[in-house]
């Protein structure tokens, strides 16, 4: 499922190898493979092609919250992809990148009343209107600008999935869309707004989902209440029914294939009639890219017998571990085969003991300066990155076949300093 592999003794991304992108760019970076990325959108968007004459030809949206580079953007713009964005600055990276406003979809809890009115002024496909302040919010705005907005309300179905509490969104103490009753009230409601438009239900219940059988009760709610709704009168075109779909870390099994999830997406709506959109991001984006670092020290601590491999990668770098407990597979750069291994602490530099990948991990003898890869790092890992300990961001490099280009390089100090201009007090 990724073009990360082993050639000639050591770990190449397509046609690059990686050891020769760490002299030219430096560590820690992130690198990225365009046929990954190309494969994944694929893999997903035809999962759905035997359904074609029942369910039409769905709008993927992919979720730009999980890799926002605008190379990547631009790379599943030219495949036809849509944008799943949750701020304005998302929506002005998508349209940047060269998706259209048609095909973006507004999402997110707590929308500002000057993002919603660009997202009018950008056209955007649909905006998923979370509560009621919101709704009449947007119908004032709407008006203001004598457009009429489309609309979808986001419903919380009550059915919570995904691979950790804090990335689980559709239960009932999640702070994500209304009930089913608010949904159905809040539905008639806009559709006797002369300046709103709805259009569908959405819902997004969680990420990182290895099992079916949670989205499929939500996509049952969903379609009881597109049936009630038509039930009162009232028109539904389209269900957007998220995303979340998990993919493998090497740690657990294989999750759901995309042909799976479409089959039981078929199974669930079939014969609604409705116009459907998903919003994938993980699931393109995660095994595209790794995180490359560089062996800074070994060390052992004799008291308990705590082996700790240190390295130039921190928590700020890759969030994951430190925030969610996550697992990434890390393999080192120069092929070990066969090597015994012994149990690591692997560690970054910050100055906090939640700066650590993982505990107790097999690995291979290390040595100072050898290259490891975070493997599964390019979903929520670039993204999240921050300047904590004033330690600039790790550049990202996209590869495609034996090319490669960095499209987000490293700030210089004084590039990071310039943005902290002092007060005018303290310069005299």
């Not at 692997?346 to 300066?369: H, N, Q, W, Y």
């Not at 996209?398 to 004084?414: C, E, I, K, Q, T």
Request: aromatic share 8%; net charge negative; glycine share 10%.
């Amino acid at each position: 499922m990724n073009h990360f592999e082993v050639r000639d003794g050591e770990l190449w991304c397509e046609s690059v190898r990686l050891s020769d992108l760490a002299r030219e760019v430096g560590t820690p970076f992130y690198v990225y493979s365009t046929a990954t990325l190309e494969r994944h959108y694929a893999v997903f968007r035809d999962a759905f092609a035997p359904y074609r004459e029942t369910l039409g030809e769905p709008l993927v949206a992919y979720a730009v919250k999980a890799n926002s580079n605008l190379s990547v953007l631009a790379t599943l713009a030219r495949l036809g992809s849509g944008a799943d964005t949750v701020s304005e600055g998302e929506i002005r990276r998508a349209l940047k990148a060269g998706v259209p406003g048609e095909r973006i979809v507004f999402s997110g809890v707590g929308k500002l009343d000057r993002e919603l009115a660009f997202a009018l002024d950008a056209g955007v496909r649909q905006i998923n209107v979370e509560t009621a302040s919101e709704l009449r919010r947007l119908a004032s705005i709407a008006a203001d600008k004598g457009v009429r907005a489309p609309l979808a309300i986001r419903v919380n179905p009550n059915v919570g999935a995904g691979g950790h509490a804090k990335i689980t969104t559709g239960g009932k103490g999640d702070k994500f869309g209304v009930t089913a009753p608010e949904a159905l009230t809040l539905y008639a409601e806009a559709a006797q707004s002369p300046s709103l438009r709805p259009l569908g239900l959405a819902c997004h219940i969680g990420s990182q989902i290895t099992d079916l059988s949670a989205p499929a009760a939500a996509f049952a709610v969903m379609r009881s209440l597109v049936e009630r709704l038509r039930a009162d009168g009232l028109t539904v075109e389209r269900l957007d029914l998220g995303g979340g779909l998990g993919v493998p870390y090497f740690n657990q099994g294989d999750p759901p294939q995309p042909s799976e999830f479409a089959a039981m997406v078929a199974g669930v709506v079939d014969g609604l009639g409705v116009k459907l959109i998903f919003e994938p991001g993980r699931l393109i984006v995660a095994n595209a890219g790794v995180l490359v670092s560089r062996v800074v020290q070994v060390h052992s601590r004799p008291e308990g017998g705590r082996r700790f491999l240190v390295l130039d990668a921190a928590m700020n770098d890759l969030m994951r571990p430190a925030l969610y407990d996550a697992f990434h597979d890390i393999r080192p750069v120069r092929s070990h085969e066969d090597a015994p291994t012994r149990a690591y602490d692997v560690v970054g530099p910050v100055c906090e003991s939640g700066d650590t990948f993982t505990r107790d991990r097999a690995l291979p003898d290390l040595e100072e300066g050898e290259l490891v890869a975070f493997m599964t790092a390019g979903a929520y890992g670039a993204v999240m990155a921050n300047e904590y300990n004033t330690r600039a961001l790790a550049p990202e490099v996209l590869v495609r076949d034996g090319a490669w280009s960095v499209v987000r390089r490293r700030p210089s100090y004084d590039e990071m300093f310039a943005r902290e201009p002092q007060a005018p007090w303290l310069s005299s």
